[in-house]
């Protein structure tokens, strides 16, 4: 009996649980549910039962598992589950689900993204997908021992509970608590599978046994029931004192063809075919299938499917056939089937399992081939990247050749562990580069270095990034050599982060006026305008940040690869600086050769600034999109620095669009966490929840001693001082001295600081003064491309003119406020311009619901049309030139506004 066949007896409260996940999913709400408990306690057995009542329901239900000698495949466990649906089903191709899928078609070369948000927007085509599966019966997805899965596939569970699809599904998993991730073990609800009753045993065992026997079997099983069925399967003797020992005895007892055989296929696969296993035992395939015969006779393995293809009746069976298979004959039988599989052609990724199990130590073809299969799946899976170089590394002789390649091939590990979310030990593989390489090669030391620097960034040790920089600087002969200025370039990165523009400044004067490599020169001008304007010397920021244009605008990508760190600081001081619209275009530029090359950990940095530089010209809806993306590529890096970065422009544009609790929350988990307090980004933590308060109406609760101390030390930036201060204005009690204190604050030389500090005043008068305050302010504002800002100044001229009692003067005012939020994707602000014309006289249909028809925006009913015409996100992505983010984005908000919960139901909606 295997899992799905074997008797069920008690489990009364297991299964009342699980028809209640399932009753929960089926009516509209997405359901995450564990199974948990010991091998052989029956998890996969009630998974079955699952697996049967939805099929009665008429529900879509897939099954995959994970394999224990599998444990690197990538997505193995998604894959078993959907790839054979995919194959018969109506599924058109994608070329990112493709890389994951084979049933969707060759997978294309990868992408122009091989950052962590590739790996993001993987999980979310994954989630769009199984919502279409979902349609219209429902999905149930069952994937068993996930102890066992890839860090891919822990990553992907981990994000569909924090995005659950919008549909009918459910997701059961079940593992052992001793091996799952924490990551697995921390999210959905949880079921224990815990031994069976004395009671129940007896029930299992059937009246066939006597019951002197049946106790003793309990007794020595502990109630588990697949250790209680194997014990019952030996006939005479002893019982073994443990499962393993009585599936050891199990397998004894078979023909020595038959043994070989079940240990050729554990070493195969975990579903296997008898021609593989054939390779590995070296046998005809007239005795593979004789053999086969005997194993399915005996229980052991059983056929799976319409097709050739076997399974073991439980993984614990697969382990104990393994186990008992010489060490030695298990390495040749590996080294068997990776030689056939590159006779047929096989890719790198099949082959390289079996390579790594059986390659000798300074076999460069196998060094190779893991290399390959490595490189093959870093964009989507780079925890096995990591896996399959260390096992490169292992191979590799001490000789000359092989000591440089271990360094190239230890450095592309220290980037694969980081992208993967391993810090630490990305941290650690970097220093033993260090460690290394040669003293006198400063080139590579400094890059390493520099590395290394950014990785202590990452975990919030700012300190021993400076220490690894500074220790390498003294190391140098010549504190002018080349070698050294690309560190010197990071600890003014690093001083800046202090808010220390004097030690960034020192540092860039020693740099030599003309460094021989261009993209050095690149580097010092991008850092230049940041350390001008933390300094507030506004014309030299000016005039460093138009030579730094220049030089960037005219410069290829490639040259600028090296250096996008410090172009991550070029960007802000733009943006800073007023020059709104150009920054939105150099996060994009930069954005996208950080992905292009895998950069992750600086795309954290460059997707909240973007999303920053979004929100100041009005672009909400891909600004949330990028803040959001930030966050979630924090995440998978499991960087605390880099998700409170993320937080603080969430929380900002949570305000800004009118998700008040939102905001506060975001705002307070960033400015609480601890993490990089005393630096820019604890700065920008404390300043978004300021703001979040504020727009809350708890301006009163707003930290504002520890932000004016974060400003006086230069670690808050003049621009959102500028706007806390006018925000402060706004909603405080004391308008009046927080408007002084936005005049004290504002840079003259800044042309659209004006409109702050006018539109901060305008809420210090009333009337006609407070609305030629908030006029003026708004066409500075419009000037610099800050439409928000600049509906928030109309919207407060109109409510000061209604308030005196000029209603018609006050709503054409009102009016383009409206307007302008409406653009933006305010829906807060708009429905209070609403209301304020009404105020005002002026009868005016609710536009928060948007007119495009059907109560959507005209960008959302455009996106919801191509819904209904069957193309996915990604079609509509590339259509309609958005990201694929910003697809479902409006779809969500179109589901939210016709109070639907799928592709069907929007179809519906639309007729």
């Known amino acids: ?526 850092l230049r305008p940041m350390t001008a304007y933390a300094a507030g010397r506004i014309p030299a920021a000016i005039d460093h940040l138009a030579r730094a244009d220049a030089l960037v605008s005219a410069t290829p990508d490639v040259q600028l690869l090296e250096w996008l760190d410090t172009i991550a600081w070029l960007c802000w001081a733009e943006l800073w600086l007023g020059g709104h619209g150009s920054a939105v275009a150099r996060f994009e530029r930069a954005i996208s050769i950080a992905k292009a090359t895998g950069q992750t950990f600086i795309v954290t940095n460059m997707l909240a600034g973007q999303g920053r530089a979004y929100g100041v010209v009005g672009r909400l809806a891909e600004a949330t999109v990028a803040a959001e993306e930030s966050a979630e590529v924090a995440r998978l890096l499991h960087s605390g620095y880099a998700e409170v970065v993320a937080q603080a422009q969430q929380s900002l544009l949570a305000a800004a669009t009118g998700h008040d609790a939102l905001a506060v929350r975001l705002g307070e988990a960033a400015a609480t966490s601890g993490v990089s307090a005393g630096e820019w980004p604890g700065a920008q933590a404390l300043y978004s929840y300021g703001t979040a308060l504020a727009h809350a109406g708890r301006a009163g609760q707003a930290p504002v001693a520890a932000i004016e101390e974060a400003f006086a030390a230069g670690r808050l930036d003049q621009f959102s001082m500028l706007s806390f201060c006018e925000t402060m204005a706004a909603h405080s009690d004391e308008p009046g001295v927080w408007a002084a204190r936005a005049a004290e604050v504002a840079h003259p030389e800044l042309e659209f600081n004006a409109g702050f500090v006018d539109l901060a005043a305008s809420h210090a008068e009333s009337g006609t003064a407070a609305a030629e305050l908030a006029l003026r302010a708004a066409e500075v504002l419009a000037t610099a491309g800050q439409r928000l800002t600049a509906g928030r100044a109309l919207l407060r001229a109109g409510t000061a003119l209604t308030a005196v009692g000029r209603k018609k003067d006050a709503l054409p005012h009102l009016a383009e406020a409206g307007d302008l939020f409406e653009v933006c994707g305010a829906p807060g602000l708009l429905a209070q311009a609403v209301r304020e014309q009404r105020r005002a006289g002026k009868r005016v249909a609710a536009k928060s619901r948007g007119t495009g028809g059907h109560g959507l925006s005209p960008r959302e009913l455009e996106v919801a049309q191509l819904v209904v015409e069957g193309c996915t996100n990604q079609q509509i992505a590339e259509r309609l030139f958005l990201s694929v983010r910003t697809v479902e984005t409006h779809l969500s908000h179109a589901y939210e506004k016709l109070g639907v919960s799928s592709r069907i139901g929007l179809a519906l909606a639309l007729k």
Request: with cysteine; proline share 6%.
């Open 1 to 526: 009996m295997d899992g799905h066949t074997a008797p069920l007896v008690g489990r009364g409260e297991v299964l009342r649980d699980l028809h209640g996940a399932l009753d929960a999913s089926m009516d509209g709400a997405f359901r995450f549910l564990a199974l948990v408990g010991e091998p052989g306690a029956g998890k996969t057995r009630l998974l079955a039962e699952l697996d049967a009542a939805a099929r009665a329901r008429g529900c879509l239900a897939l099954w995959g598992r994970a394999a224990e000698f599998e444990q690197v495949i990538p997505f193995s466990a998604l894959v078993d589950a959907l790839d054979g649906h995919l194959e018969t089903g109506d599924v058109q191709h994608d070329p990112l689900l493709a890389t994951v899928f084979p049933a969707l078609g060759a997978a294309e070369e990868p992408g122009d993204d091989r950052s962590g948000l590739a790996r993001y927007r993987l999980y979310r085509a994954i989630i769009g997908m199984l919502e279409r599966l979902a349609e219209p019966s429902g999905l149930v997805l069952v994937l068993d021992d996930v102890h066992w899965a890839d860090g891919s596939t822990i990553e992907f569970l981990d994000h569909v509970v924090r995005h659950p699809p919008r549909a009918r599904v459910l997701i059961t998993v079940a593992y052992r608590p001793n091996q799952a991730p924490p990551r697995l073990a921390a999210g959905g609800g949880q079921i224990v599978v815990g031994p069976l009753s004395a009671a129940e045993a007896d029930e299992l065992l059937g009246p066939e046994i006597s019951r002197g026997r049946r106790r003793a079997l309990y007794e020595a099983s502990g109630g588990n029931p697949f250790y209680l069925q194997a014990l019952a399967r030996i006939e005479a003797g002893d019982l073994p004192t443990t499962l393993h020992a009585a599936l050891q005895r199990e397998l004894a007892d078979q023909s020595g063809d038959a043994l070989l055989v079940a240990q050729s296929a554990a070493v195969a696969a975990d579903e296997f075919e008898p021609p593989l296993a054939a390779v590995a035992a070296e046998l005809a395939d007239s005795a593979i299938l004789k053999a086969l015969d005997e194993l399915v006779a005996r229980d052991l393995v059983r056929p799976v499917g319409p097709g050739n293809r076997f399974r073991f009746r439980h993984p614990l069976v697969r382990q104990a056939a393994y186990e008992s298979a010489a060490p030695g004959w298990r390495l040749a039988a590996h080294a068997r089937i990776a030689e056939h599989l590159a006779a047929v052609g096989a890719p790198a990724t099949v082959r390289a399992h079996h390579i790594e199990r059986s390659a000798t130590f300074g076999d460069r073809e196998a060094v190779a081939v893991l290399v390959e299969a490595a490189r093959a799946v870093a964009t989507t899976a780079p925890a096995t990247t990591a896996h399959w170089l260390q096992a490169a590394i292992r191979l590799l002789p001490d000789d000359a050749d092989g000591r440089e390649h271990r360094l190239d091939l230890l450095l592309e590990l220290a980037r694969g562990q980081v992208v993967s979310g391993w810090l630490a030990e990305g941290r650690e593989t970097a220093y033993e580069v260090l460690r290394l390489l040669p003293r006198e090669d400063h080139a590579k030391r400094a890059f390493a270095a520099r590395f290394c620097a950014l990785v202590e960034r990452l975990l919030d040790r700012p300190a021993q990034g400076r220490a690894v920089l500074l220790a390498e600087l003294r190391e140098m002969p010549d504190p002018r050599l080349p070698a050294a200025l690309p560190m010197r370039l990071r600890l003014v990165a690093e001083s800046l982060m202090r808010g220390d523009h004097r030690a960034a400044q020192a540092v860039l004067d020693f740099m030599p006026r003309d460094p021989a490599d261009h993209g050095l020169v690149i580097a010092v001008a991008a």
